[in-house]
């Protein structure tokens, strides 16, 4: 197995844009590679019992996030805006959704003068799961 370093952009953190170096290990050309087609809900994949509403949990964080970043909030800002203290949102961003309601996203969302729309339709997901599926259009 051989070795080689790449140029990577680093996103979603404080060194936006910024160019660093990652090392890459190339498999073996003979070596035989496994792996699984996504059902697009990485949740599900790995087996959660509540995997749409983590999956829809997570888009609204996304949707936090696009938003102060877009307004040049800081946390201590948006805080205050959204009524949510610092360190309690500053897990939030950084994936940790179990304290937080879809409801209380929502409101989040709505402090931060974000309209919604719900759509409510018969259709199932590709999945066939029979749960309802939230889907986060920009």
């Given amino acids: 197995m051989s070795v080689e370093m790449i140029n990577m952009v680093w996103v979603g953190s404080s060194k936006k844009g910024v160019v660093g170096e990652a090392v890459v290990a190339e498999a073996d050309a003979h070596e035989e590679l496994s792996f699984e087609v996504s059902s697009g809900n990485i949740y599900a994949d790995l087996g959660f019992d509540d995997a749409e509403e983590m999956a829809a949990k997570a888009g609204f ?10 307004r040049g909030l800081t946390q201590v800002h948006l805080a205050k805006k959204t009524g949510v203290d610092q360190p309690s949102l500053s897990k939030l961003l950084r994936g940790r959704m179990s304290n937080f309601s879809l409801d209380r996203l929502t409101h989040m ?9 719900l759509l409510i339709d018969e259709q199932l997901d590709a999945t066939e799961t029979g749960l309802p599926k939230i889907t986060i259009v920009n």
């Fill in 61 to 70: 964080v996304r949707e936090i996030r696009r938003t102060m970043d877009r």
């Fill in 109 to 117: 969302l709505r402090d931060l003068g974000r309209n919604m729309t």
